[in-house]
């Protein structure tokens, strides 16, 4: 999973990016316009499956974060030059800012998260608006010439995108077949990509959580857009502590969980991924899939061979593995199955590939 931050300028998008990612990696610099970090996905399942094979190596989902360095740039040249570094990112996380903090000005005098909102998102539209004109002028042209059926699909599609953009929807909102989403990828739209809205408050909202996002939410009349309160200026400093200090500072403050977790749980739902293992005493891996899909696609997530020659899965669900106790005792229990390739995999499933290149 690929996951892109922005903002606007004072907004905490980088403040953001080091608090969910400084306990892993390093970072690296993609040609010296972003810092890309990955992150290991908590998962405890994983930990238990790990200590009941005590596998050679244990190898958890990861998310990859990419905070686009574009300084000195702001409206529309600003995401112009977003759009080559958030080309590949399954989603963007838009951090606006909803704290006050003297100590770090407002470029606008005043925050009014709705506002920041709409401001980076029209520029967002407009941007796209640019890439798809270009485009469907050069389809025009090239249809003028000669007729078809694949540039006259892609020039149809694409005729949706701009009326859709110039009455200022994104394009994520609009409905395409599967033939079309795989062309309109290609495209690397900022608009057709899943947004999470981080509204970034101050520790002080804490308590005023939810009242504070419904305002937000009400404030941009966009109840299908996900909002997730974010904290960055405390949740960078308890990211610093001990595990057992942190676990013990977000209990006083009232916060259940990091906001690492907090974030990967609203990504998964937002993208609509589950997790499924693979267990042995090799590795035990985690896996991350789009839910619904069937047996031999999740094979290919693992490798491409595995998809070609797909024969069958051994399945057991994670559940019913922990509570027998092994998988022969699973397997005594009842809780094994035998799968063909259009079985859809759960959330959970422990499975062992088998197939014949």
């Known amino acids: 999973m690929h996951i892109g931050i922005i903002g606007l300028p004072s907004s905490g998008k980088t403040l953001v990016f080091q608090t969910l990612t400084q306990s892993d990696s390093p970072g690296s610099r993609l040609g010296g316009k972003s810092e890309t970090r990955v992150v290991s996905v908590p998962d405890q399942r994983l930990d238990t499956l790990a200590a009941m094979y005590v596998p050679r190596k244990v190898t958890p989902a990861t998310i990859e974060f990419v905070d686009p360095q574009v300084v000195g740039q702001t409206g529309t040249q600003y995401v112009e030059s977003l759009l080559p570094l958030m080309r590949d990112a399954d989603a963007l996380v838009h951090v606006v800012r909803a704290f006050d903090n003297p100590s770090v000005s407002h470029p606008a005098g005043s925050v009014d998260p709705a506002r920041d909102y709409r401001q980076l998102n029209s520029e967002l539209l407009l941007a796209d608006l640019g890439v798809v004109e270009r485009r469907v002028e050069r389809l025009s042209k090239d249809l003028r010439k000669m007729k078809d059926p694949e540039l006259a699909g892609e020039y149809a599609m694409l005729l949706r995108c701009q009326k859709a953009l110039e009455n200022e929807q994104s394009i994520r909102q609009l409905n395409f077949s599967e033939d ?4 309109l990828r290609g ?10 809205v981080g509204l970034n408050l101050d520790e002080n909202a804490i308590e005023k959580e939810r009242e504070q996002v419904a305002q937000f939410q009400a404030a941009i009349d966009d109840p299908a857009l996900e909002v997730l309160p974010i904290y960055g200026s405390i949740e960078s400093e308890i990211a610093q502590l001990p595990a057992d200090e942190a676990e ?3 209990e006083d403050l009232g916060l259940r969980q990091t906001g690492l977790d907090r974030f990967i749980q609203a990504s998964y739902h937002l993208l609509n991924l589950c997790s499924f293992f693979t267990a042995g005493e090799k ?3 985690a896996w991350t899939i789009t839910r619904g899909f069937s047996a031999q696609q999740a094979a290919g997530v693992i490798h491409s061979d595995l998809a070609r020659g797909f024969i069958r899965a051994e399945v057991t669900h994670y559940d019913d593995l922990t509570a027998a106790g092994s998988m022969s005792k699973a397997r005594d229990a ?4 035998l799968e063909g390739k259009t079985y859809p995999v759960k ?3 422990v499975m062992l590939i088998r197939f014949n290149v």
């Not at 690397?188 to 999470?196: E, H, P, R, T």
């Open 248 to 250: 013990a500072f977000l």
């Open 187 to 196: 495209f690397g739209l900022l608009s057709s990509k899943a947004q999470l």
């Open 334 to 337: 009842g809780k094994f199955r």
């Open 347 to 349: 959330d959970g499933d």
């Open 283 to 285: 590795e035990v891996r």
């Open 180 to 183: 079309e989403q795989k062309r």
